[in-house]
């Protein structure tokens, strides 16, 4: 009797047990981590850094003015690593430009790279144009090379190896003190950076976990040790955001009925909470929403620790400036880096919101573009979860909302450190093509052959043709 053909490489449809035995393309996945390791963390990273840090007006500026000879050659390794690929090896998956969202992805690379013609600082500009480019170049690598079980490994393994050996580096320098009261997990990096390190080990580890493949189980393991530490950084912004992303995940995994009963316990529990606190039952526990760092930054945790201010300031430039901003990411010269401190009580890289950086940098024709990059993203994530409820698709729309809700108070969502985990999930929404992919004219549920709207009776499902173009019976049974 023979089986129907089933299509292979579709990153809409669980993964045939043919590719998933195919050998894991371990050597990227750890050449490419260790390159994003050297660039973005630092052995040295201590506690009492973190704290200098904090507190000094003058590291910021210094940073912005010299750069980093180290992140410099890792970028450019990275790229060069990116060129290798494309050129000497055959794609096992194409790229394509399919619709208007990558045509307005390539307007906002485009619109970046003319910002350089009217930018106040050229120098620094050009040298995150130049990351800008490394980066990307590789992310069009990995994409060609990568299934989409690839890049969820790639995310949770690294983000994994990088939060052990965070750990073992505080245990080195003695510095891990997990029970301290004003203790906060930072590793090789800084907490509010190993938060959303942290925050992409929990989602991934949760998405492999709800995978057909060896081991998932122990991914359950990896996403509670995740949440530990995600606490113990004490990253609210990372912590918040992460907890939205898993909400969402489970949300869109769920049938109709389980995610209306699922939104109607959190709001009757959000209402009852609301209540007793607006009714004096119960205190509002400032403790627990500022993760016990309340006592650190006193009342300023309670406006943002000094967003606020910051940003009703940076408003004035985006004001004189509204169209075509000051450059991509060259805003934050080191003069006015310098001038920061008399805003806020910590030293300032950034805007500290992914979307004032974007409009400071871009203005809003570079803003507009990148939104509907991503909301578009987004929308087509959730389009292919419809679907088909694969876990892997889950993780891609949930990690998007991690970055639209984790950017409203970080710009290093995606500018300038994390920047490659960002891109690859908005390059695979954006330039791989699901259904081409699969060889299908529409996408089923593995498990069933049914599309997942018919099979909660949402729609009516069609009778089989006849005669099939694969020669095979209706009558035979499939798989």
């Given at each position: 009797m023979l089986e129907p053909s089933r299509p292979h490489g579709s990153p809409l449809l669980p993964e045939p047990v043919a590719i998933e035995k195919q050998a894991?393309?371990?050597?990227?996945?750890?050449?490419?981590?260790?390159?994003?390791?050297?660039?973005?963390?630092?052995?040295?990273?201590?506690?009492?850094?973190?704290?200098?840090?904090?507190?000094?007006?003058?590291?910021?500026?210094?940073?912005?003015?010299?750069?980093?000879?180290?992140?410099?050659?890792?970028?450019?390794?990275?790229?060069?690593?990116?060129?290798?690929?494309?050129?000497?090896?055959?794609?096992?998956?194409?790229?394509?430009?399919?619709?208007?969202?990558?045509?307005?992805?390539?307007?906002?690379?485009?619109?970046?790279?003319?910002?350089?013609?009217?930018?106040?600082?050229?120098?620094?500009?050009?040298?995150?144009?130049?990351?800008?480019?490394?980066?990307?170049?590789?992310?069009?690598?990995?994409?060609?090379?990568?299934?989409?079980?690839?890049?969820?490994?790639?995310?949770?393994?690294?983000?994994?190896?990088?939060?052990?050996?965070?750990?073992?580096?505080?245990?080195?320098?003695?510095?891990?003190?997990?029970?301290?009261?004003?203790?906060?997990?930072?590793?090789?990096?800084?907490?509010?950076?190993?938060?959303?390190?942290?925050?992409?080990?929990?989602?991934?580890?949760?998405?492999?976990?709800?995978?057909?493949?060896?081991?998932?189980?122990?991914?359950?393991?990896?996403?509670?040790?995740?949440?530990?530490?995600?606490?113990?950084?004490?990253?609210?912004?990372?912590?918040?955001?992460?907890?939205?992303?898993?909400?969402?995940?489970?949300?869109?995994?769920?049938?109709?009925?389980?995610?209306?009963?699922?939104?109607?316990?959190?709001?009757?529990?959000?209402?009852?909470?609301?209540?007793?606190?607006?009714?004096?039952?119960?205190?509002?526990?400032?403790?627990?929403?500022?993760?016990?760092?309340?006592?650190?930054?006193?009342?300023?945790?309670?406006?943002?620790s000094g967003r606020t201010e910051l940003w009703q300031y940076l408003w004035t430039f985006v004001v004189e400036r509204p169209m075509v901003g000051y450059g991509y990411h060259s805003f934050m010269s080191p003069e006015r880096a310098g001038q920061m401190p008399d805003l806020v009580a910590w030293g300032v890289g950034d805007a500290h919101s992914l979307y004032m950086e974007v409009l400071l940098g871009t203005g809003a024709v570079g803003f507009v573009l990148f939104i509907g990059v991503l909301f578009g993203s987004i929308v087509r994530a959730l389009r292919w979860v419809i679907r088909v409820r694969n876990p892997a698709h889950a993780f891609l729309a949930a990690y998007l909302v991690f970055i639209v809700v984790n950017g409203v108070m970080a710009a290093t969502t995606i500018f300038p450190d994390a920047k490659f985990v960002g891109f690859l999930v908005l390059g695979y929404v954006v330039l791989r093509d699901p259904e081409r992919e699969a060889g299908v004219g529409s996408v089923h549920d593995a498990r069933s052959g049914q599309p997942w709207m018919a099979q909660h009776g949402m729609t009516r499902s069609r009778p089989s043709e006849w005669p099939p173009t694969s020669g095979v019976s209706p009558l035979d049974p499939i798989g």
């Amino acid at each position: 009797m023979l089986e129907p053909s089933r299509p292979h490489g579709s990153p809409l449809l669980p993964e045939p047990v043919a590719i998933e035995k195919q050998a894991v393309p371990w050597f990227m996945i750890i050449l490419i981590g260790t390159l994003i390791f050297v660039i973005n963390h630092h052995l040295g990273y201590t506690a009492d850094s973190f704290q200098r840090s904090f507190t000094s007006f003058g590291t910021a500026a210094e940073a912005i003015a010299e750069g980093s000879p180290r992140r410099r050659v890792g970028f450019l390794l990275l790229g060069l690593l990116g060129i290798v690929v494309i050129v000497a090896r055959r794609p096992r998956y194409q790229l394509r430009l399919n619709g208007l969202l990558p045509w307005l992805a390539v307007g906002f690379l485009s619109w970046a790279a003319l910002s350089l013609l009217w930018t106040a600082d050229v120098p620094l500009a050009f040298r995150r144009l130049v990351v800008l480019g490394m980066v990307t170049i590789a992310v069009v690598a990995v994409l060609r090379e990568f299934s989409l079980r690839d890049v969820i490994l790639f995310i949770t393994l690294t983000s994994l190896a990088y939060a052990l050996i965070g750990m073992a580096a505080e245990l080195a320098h003695g510095s891990f003190q997990p029970f301290s009261a004003q203790y906060r997990f930072s590793g090789t990096q800084h907490p509010n950076h190993q938060g959303m390190n942290l925050a992409r080990l929990v989602l991934g580890a949760f998405c492999l976990s709800r995978m057909r493949i060896a081991g998932r189980r122990l991914f359950i393991v990896v996403a509670v040790i995740g949440c530990v530490l995600l606490v113990l950084t004490r990253s609210r912004t990372a912590f918040g955001a992460a907890m939205v992303a898993l909400v969402f995940f489970a949300c869109v995994r769920s049938s109709p009925l389980r995610l209306i009963a699922m939104l109607l316990s959190v709001g009757a529990i959000g209402l009852l909470a609301l209540f007793l606190i607006q009714t004096g039952a119960i205190s509002t526990p400032w403790q627990v929403i500022l993760m016990g760092r309340g006592e650190v930054l006193g009342e300023g945790a309670r406006k943002l620790s000094g967003r606020t201010e910051l940003w009703q300031y940076l408003w004035t430039f985006v004001v004189e400036r509204p169209m075509v901003g000051y450059g991509y990411h060259s805003f934050m010269s080191p003069e006015r880096a310098g001038q920061m401190p008399d805003l806020v009580a910590w030293g300032v890289g950034d805007a500290h919101s992914l979307y004032m950086e974007v409009l400071l940098g871009t203005g809003a024709v570079g803003f507009v573009l990148f939104i509907g990059v991503l909301f578009g993203s987004i929308v087509r994530a959730l389009r292919w979860v419809i679907r088909v409820r694969n876990p892997a698709h889950a993780f891609l729309a949930a990690y998007l909302v991690f970055i639209v809700v984790n950017g409203v108070m970080a710009a290093t969502t995606i500018f300038p450190d994390a920047k490659f985990v960002g891109f690859l999930v908005l390059g695979y929404v954006v330039l791989r093509d699901p259904e081409r992919e699969a060889g299908v004219g529409s996408v089923h549920d593995a498990r069933s052959g049914q599309p997942w709207m018919a099979q909660h009776g949402m729609t009516r499902s069609r009778p089989s043709e006849w005669p099939p173009t694969s020669g095979v019976s209706p009558l035979d049974p499939i798989g």
